[in-house]
């Protein structure tokens, strides 16, 4: 079932190619962790500083961003991780690691912190042949999520994100992630799901590389996972999670490149406590948030710090302007608990990558975030893959007719 979610209801969120809130930088394929679903080859491969220095040029050229996401592979196997987050940090970014959490270790997390991270967003999900935690439900892997979630609040000033892939037999428990959430609302800042995509699609395609046909398999996203469905949307997982919470309302969103009215990130930010959500803030707040940082600082916003999250009480001043606060500003006025709590804004986010249209168009994120550096130029790191087998990216072309596949080129 999908929920009805209208695109014009919402506010379209302002990144653009050149201007966007965050860009996504790859100093490594080397990874610790195997996960089903994941879209890089794991390879034994780091970046020097000079490398790395060279794709933020690439970003400081081409790309307008507040923070850049450091990612791989797993950034924490980078032998210089410290010496990378301190160049993105005196160029005047938010360095945020997207990392599996496994190198992670308090006193590795207390020098992030001291050369300047911003942000950690942990990818945790029952997909991972995680050590001791492999065949835990995405219920039971909640306590691994508060391990990670703890350990950063006790060093403090750092956002903490999680992000998790939903399979089809892993969308009836994101209700449950959502709610987890908010019972941690205080050191939670960001819940993420990512709908799980293949690059071998059912349906009769057949790819090119220019003008010859490639083979996908090699890709380390070419095999299909059996009985996973690759089309979940994010209408979809906002449907599964209203069963539970029926106020749950997004605010703002990226369509898709070939079809606007489709949610490829999907926002919602709600207002609340641990033990009660007051409400989900509107589309004009948000415009305000990302109008007002871009008009004072030159950049649209990418993750605030915990705490601007935890003083959401100013926001309801704002409720004039928006619908959303005003809602919840007449919940929380009403609780004379509130007066001795804080209240906390926390976002949910919903990815919804790349969609195959029956025309063969791909459908890809219209100012993704996402886009990392390829041979100089940006490039969509979800698909970067092909670059590497191919040279190229790959079209998909609905299959009429048998030609020989090409060979792979070299990067």
């Known amino acids: 079932m999908q929920a009805a979610l209208d695109h014009r209801t919402l506010y379209r969120l302002p990144w653009s190619l050149p ?42 050229r081409d790309r307008r961003a507040d923070g850049i996401s450091i990612a791989g592979g797993d950034p924490l196997t980078h032998p210089q991780i410290l010496d990378i987050v301190r160049l993105v940090t005196r160029r005047g970014w938010k360095p945020i690691l997207n990392t599996n959490g496994l190198a992670l270790t308090d006193e590795l997390l207390r020098e992030l912190k001291r050369v300047g991270l911003a942000g950690l967003t942990f990818h945790i999900d029952s997909k991972q042949g995680r050590p001791k935690w492999k065949g835990k439900t995405e219920q ?30 892993t969308l009836e428990a994101v209700p449950d992630l959502v709610a987890w959430a908010h019972a941690h609302i205080d ?36 095999e299909p ?99 959303g606060v005003r809602r919840a500003a007449g919940r929380a006025l009403r609780d004379p608990r509130i007066a001795v709590r804080r209240l906390h804004l926390q976002s949910i986010m919903v990815i919804q990558p790349i969609d195959v249209l029956p025309d063969g168009r791909q459908n890809m994120c219209d100012g993704c975030p996402d ?21 190229q990216f790959v079209r998909t072309v609905p299959r009429e007719r048998t030609l020989p596949l090409a060979t792979e080129v070299s990067s």
């Open 225 to 323: 996972i059996p009985e996973q469905r690759t089309d979940i949307s994010a209408p979809e997982v906002v449907a599964k999670i209203r069963e539970r919470f029926p106020d749950f309302e997004p605010c703002a969103y990226l369509n898709g490149t070939e079809k606007p009215d489709s949610f490829k990130w999907l926002l919602t930010a709600r207002l609340g406590t641990r033990n009660r959500i007051y409400g989900y803030v509107g589309p004009k707040l948000i415009e305000l948030a990302q109008t007002a940082h871009h008009l004072t600082t030159g950049r649209y916003l990418a993750y605030a710090a915990p705490r601007v999250l935890r003083s959401g009480r100013s926001l309801l001043w704002l409720w004039p302007l928006d619908r």
């Open 187 to 222: 050191i939670v800042h960001v819940m993420v799901f990512i709908c799980f995509r293949a690059a071998v699609l059912e349906g009769g395609f057949d790819y090119y590389a220019g003008g010859q046909r490639v083979d996908m398999g090699p890709l380390a996203y070419g």
């Open 371 to 391: 886009m990392t550096v390829w041979n100089g130029r940006l490039a969509w790191s979800c698909r970067l893959e092909e670059c590497l087998h191919f040279g």
């Open 140 to 169: 039971e892997l909640n306590a691994l999520r508060l391990e990670y979630a703890e350990r950063v609040a006790r060093v403090g000033g750092i956002a903490c994100a999680f992000n998790s892939t939903v399979f089809e037999d």
């Open 19 to 60: 201007d966007n809130a965050i860009a996504w930088l790859e100093p490594t394929m080397k990874c610790n962790l195997a996960c089903e679903g994941c879209y890089r080859a794991n390879v034994d491969v780091h970046k020097s500083l000079a490398e790395v220095a060279a794709d933020l040029d690439v970003f400081a």
